[in-house]
């Protein structure tokens, strides 16, 4: 028996708003709101589905510096420039990491800072056959 990740947590100032960028970021939809906090996942498949549901929880003391975990996302329905367009129009902003400008993908933040990074490669959307 193994285990599956169910669910990713992330600390945050304005809940709310982070849940707004990351559902337009992946195509999510708010789950519930519970005590603050809000877990968005796919439309349809809530916690314990197959795929992890993300819960940004309230918190007026979020860490500060480089977290060891960040999250990649690829493109589903366009190539990684339009999709960037798209992230920074969001309201990411590139971040820089000490990347030298010759990688395939972008460091970006999300509106609270958290890194995450789009990689090149287009996917098939969650749920496409």
């Not at 990713?8 to 906090?37: K, N, Q, T």
């Not at 367009?85 to 972008?106: I, K, M, N, Y």
Request: hydrophobic share 35%; net charge negative.
């Amino acid at each position: 028996m193994a285990c599956r990740i169910s669910e990713l947590v992330m600390d945050s100032r304005d809940p709310e708003r982070l849940a707004a960028f990351w559902c337009e970021v992946l195509g999510y939809v708010v789950h519930d709101r519970i005590e603050g906090s809000v877990r968005i996942g796919p439309p349809g498949s809530g916690f314990g589905g197959p795929w992890p549901t993300i819960a940004f929880n309230p918190t007026d003391h979020p860490k500060a510096g480089k977290l060891p975990l960040h999250i990649d996302v690829n493109p589903t329905d366009r190539d990684q420039a339009g999709e960037l367009d798209r992230l920074l129009a969001l309201g990411a902003r590139p971040a820089d990491v000490g990347q030298s400008g010759d990688e395939p993908w972008h460091v970006l933040a999300d509106p609270e800072g958290n890194e995450f990074c789009l990689l090149r490669e287009r996917l098939d959307p969650v749920g496409a056959p």
